[in-house]
C-alpha cells in the first residue's frame, strides 16, 4: 500500500465508449500525475498538477482529459479511445517543490484494453 | 533534459551483490539522482535518492562520483524477489532542469 488508489483496476472499452480512470491519494501531497505505460516501453509522463492547476501537458491526443477537482482527486476521462491507447495508466503523487528532491508515490495501475 | 543510460538487463544470483551502473552526462546543478523499482504490473516503487557522494538505506546504496555523471546503485545479497525492472531518473519535476523522464530501466533477473 502506497496510499495511492486507482479505480478500476482493470477496464475493457469499445472505441466509441466513454470512461473514465480515478485516482486519490491520502498522502497529503499536493502534486498528481498520470502516467501511461505501454508493453514493454518506459513510463510516459502525460499530465502533472500541482496545486490543482496543469503544469504539464506532454502532447497528449484530446481523447484523454484529465481533471483535478482537490489535490486528493485526479481522474482521466477517456472517449473515442484507439486499440493503440491500451496500455497500463499510472497514477502518483509527490509534494510539489524544486530541487528535484520530490519523491512520487504510485498507484497500482488501471490495465486499460481498448478493442 | 538529462537523459539516463543504464544497462537493458542484468542477471544475477541469490545472495550476490549486484551493482547497476547509470550514466547521465548532462546532469544539471540542480538534478537529484533517483532510482525506483518496478514489478509487473504494479507501479514503480522509490528505492533511494542522492546528490553526491554515497547514500545508503535499508534496501540499498547509491555511489555517486564526485563529477556526478554517472551513478551506481547497490544492492547487497539480491533474493528471488529482487527480480524487477530499475530505472534510473534525473532531475525532478518541478525543479529548473525539467521533469522526470523514465528510460528503459535495467530488467535484473535474479536466479536460485
Known amino acids: 500500500e502506497t496510499g495511492v488508489t486507482q479505480t478500476p483496476r482493470h477496464l475493457v472499452m469499445g472505441m466509441t465508449n466513454k470512461k473514465s480512470l480515478k485516482c486519490e491519494q491520502h498522502l497529503g501531497h499536493n502534486a498528481m500525475y498520470w502516467y501511461k505505460q505501454s508493453a514493454k516501453k518506459p513510463l510516459e509522463l502525460m499530465f502533472v498538477y500541482s496545486l490543482e492547476e496543469r503544469v504539464e501537458n506532454n502532447s497528449v491526443p484530446s481523447r484523454f482529459s484529465p481533471e483535478c477537482p482537490n489535490s486528493s482527486h485526479l481522474f482521466l476521462h477517456l472517449h473515442t479511445l484507439q486499440p493503440e491507447d491500451s496500455a497500463l495508466y499510472l497514477c502518483?503523487?509527490?509534494?510539489?517543490?524544486?530541487?528535484?528532491?520530490?519523491?512520487?508515490?504510485f498507484g497500482p495501475g488501471t490495465r486499460l484494453t481498448v478493442l | 533534459l538529462a537523459k539516463t543510460t543504464q544497462p537493458i538487463s542484468m542477471d544475477s544470483y541469490e545472495g550476490q551483490e549486484v551493482n547497476i551502473t547509470c550514466s547521465h552526462n548532462?546532469?544539471?546543478?540542480?538534478?537529484?539522482i533517483t532510482w525506483y523499482q518496478q514489478f509487473p504490473s504494479q507501479g514503480p516503487r522509490f528505492i533511494i535518492q542522492?546528490?553526491?557522494t554515497k547514500v545508503t538505506n535499508e534496501v540499498a546504496s547509491l555511489f555517486i562520483p564526485a563529477d556526478r555523471k554517472s551513478s551506481t546503485l547497490s544492492l547487497p545479497r539480491v533474493s528471488l524477489s529482487d527480480t524487477a525492472v530499475y530505472y534510473c531518473?534525473?532531475?525532478?519535476?518541478?525543479?529548473?532542469?525539467?521533469?522526470?523522464?523514465f528510460g528503459q530501466g535495467t530488467t535484473l533477473q535474479v536466479k536460485p
Open positions: 502518483a503523487s509527490s509534494h510539489s517543490g524544486t530541487g528535484g528532491n520530490n519523491e512520487q508515490f
Open positions: 531518473l534525473v532531475g525532478g519535476v518541478f525543479s529548473n532542469t525539467g521533469k522526470l523522464i
Open positions: 548532462n546532469i544539471a546543478t540542480n538534478d537529484y
Open positions: 542522492g546528490y553526491k
